[in-house]
């Protein structure tokens, strides 16, 4: 039976400490839900602190990691997956996942949101940049669900998960 990947996208280095906290609590429920949790891989922001949160309930994790080797990948990823891409792997991202959490907003998360709406992917918006979610759900407003805190996007989730089985 295929296991639902949530997808966890955010910033970097540039990550708000809200951001990160977010993203740990993402991490955890998204674990104890029983889904499996893809980021982007590396060991820093969002996506270290979302694989941070699932490894402390022993959930399992998948990084689509922008280099060829683990250098800089997180600790906490099980499933390194090394695409040498760089950026390009935004898109390995958003189509491996089930649906996508956009936790906090930088330019490479603004690329995955759109890459994940072009795919007519359900998006989840956890940010407090208010241009963000105009924008994207003018560009999209069936697709994009903006809450304000990590148990609304869990409950979201389950919502646009349970429609679709």
């Keep these: 039976m295929k296991k639902t990947i949530i997808g966890v996208m955010g910033p970097g280095e540039k990550a708000t400490v809200t951001d990160v906290q977010n993203a740990y609590e993402l991490g955890k429920f998204i674990a104890q839900k029983g889904w499996v949790l893809l980021t982007g891989g ?61 936790c906090g907003m930088g330019a490479g998360t603004a690329s995955e949101v759109a ?30 669900h903006v809450v304000e805190s990590v148990t609304t996007a869990i409950a979201t989730a389950t919502q646009i998960l349970d429609r679709s089985l």
């Design 42 to 102: 590396r060991n820093v922001g969002v996506m270290d602190a979302a694989n941070k949160g699932a490894k402390s309930v022993n959930g399992l994790t998948i990084g689509i990691l922008p280099s060829e080797n683990q250098k800089n990948a997180s600790e906490a990823v099980d499933i390194p997956i090394f695409t040498d891409m760089g950026n390009a792997r935004n898109n390995i991202n958003v189509l491996s996942s089930d649906l996508v959490i956009a």
């Design 115 to 144: 890459l994940a709406l072009k795919a007519n992917k359900q998006v989840i918006l956890l940010t407090d940049d208010e241009e963000s979610k105009v924008f994207f759900r003018k560009l999209s407003p069936e697709n994009v």
